[in-house]
């Protein structure tokens, strides 16, 4: 059992889930959290003044050794990764951060860390799955064989991949989640790596304010997708994190939606409707994707209960608030 008072390492704490992470630790009540992020804590999304925030490069195995000592649990956030419009364009970047994840499973065999999470992704399933947008939803064992997105999805496979025989070979109790499309309030829209949701919040929101009713769509809008609420996402690390699951499992909603459906929703939120305009040679993934929650339901009774509408609406919120006050 987990003391009140053990140190837990989230790594990418600066970022959008980790930060989030922290928020949901610290109102449980644990007492003794360390963040760390290579990004200046004021450029964090959220930080707390009663954590141990630390401004490091996880790339450099001092700096793992150095955040790991004396940690009981570490989650596993950091990477430099985006939407689309990043991986896509940036595969040795992605690639880059099997070195964060390399030293940080160094450092926790080293001090003897109790558990480790990695933050996997559904862009380690095979590309001759998601061919359709009428989608069979992803169940675990099709990211073999592997043919994972290039670059980004290598990454992943190869780190879930690690932390599977960092288990076996030195007894690391490692927790791996296949994240689907998480979004939420706190994180990025804007910059070129934002996801869908909030890239499509962002340019209703700026077509409401300039007036000009038009918006631009990554592809021919037919593609589908599934996306999962931020609160959801921390709820079923948590349990996984906690859980007797050895093996990679998906964290991800199973209500697909096409991404002309996704801006439907937006346009619904802001009380606008918009010319679409489709860009073809945008980055745009997969054609289709959902995840198959048959055995996270199994084995730890979890399922998103966000609904699409709700969550997009908080996330509208908190992107309308980011512009407006920029504007002021
Ligand atoms: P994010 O970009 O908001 O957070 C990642 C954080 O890692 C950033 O704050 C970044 O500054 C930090 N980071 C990058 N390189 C670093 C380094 N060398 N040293 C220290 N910190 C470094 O992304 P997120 O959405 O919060 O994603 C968190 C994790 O979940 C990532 O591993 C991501 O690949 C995975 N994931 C996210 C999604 C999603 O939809 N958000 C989907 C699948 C997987």
Not at 287 to 295: A, K, Q
Request: glycine share 8%; with cysteine; charged share 20%.
């Amino acid at each position: 059992m987990m003391n009140k008072n053990d140190l837990i390492v989230v790594a990418g704490g600066g970022g959008f889930i980790g930060g989030h992470l922290v928020a949901r630790l610290r109102q449980l009540g644990h007492s003794h959290i360390r963040a760390v992020d290579c990004k200046p804590v004021g450029e964090w999304y959220q930080s707390f003044a009663d954590v141990d925030n630390q401004q490091l490069d996880l790339q450099e195995k001092d700096a793992c050794m150095t955040v790991a000592k004396d940690a009981t649990e570490i989650y596993m956030l950091a990477a430099d990764m985006g939407g689309m419009g990043f991986i896509e364009n940036n595969r040795a970047l992605c690639m880059l951060s099997s070195l964060i994840n390399t030293h940080m499973l160094m450092a926790a065999k080293t001090y003897g860390v109790s558990r480790y999470f990695y933050s996997s992704s559904a862009c380690v399933y095979a590309a001759d799955k998601q061919t359709s947008p009428e989608v069979v939803a992803l169940k675990e064992s099709d990211a073999y064989p592997a043919m994972p997105e290039d670059g980004y999805g290598w990454e992943k496979l190869f780190g879930e991949r690690m932390c599977r025989h960092f288990s076996e070979d030195f007894g690391l109790m490692t927790r791996v989640a296949r994240y689907h499309n998480v979004y939420g309030p706190n994180g990025t829209w804007d910059g070129g790596r934002e996801k869908a949701p909030a890239a499509i919040c962002r340019k209703v929101i700026a077509a409401k304010l300039s007036g000009q009713h038009q918006i631009e769509i990554w592809g021919d809008g037919q593609q589908t997708r599934s996306f999962t609420y931020i609160d959801d996402c921390i709820k079923g690390t948590m349990l996984l994190m906690h859980s007797a699951v050895e093996e990679p499992i998906n964290i991800g909603s199973s209500q697909l939606v096409t991404i002309n459906q996704l801006v439907d929703i937006v346009e619904n939120i802001a009380g606008i409707k918009l010319r679409r305009n489709y860009n073809l040679s945008a980055p745009k993934g997969v054609r289709g994707r959902n995840s198959d929650n048959t055995l996270i339901q199994q084995r730890l009774a979890w399922q998103p209960d966000t609904r699409l509408e709700d969550g997009m609406e908080r996330t509208y919120r908190w992107i309308y608030e980011q512009m407006t006050d920029q504007l002021s």
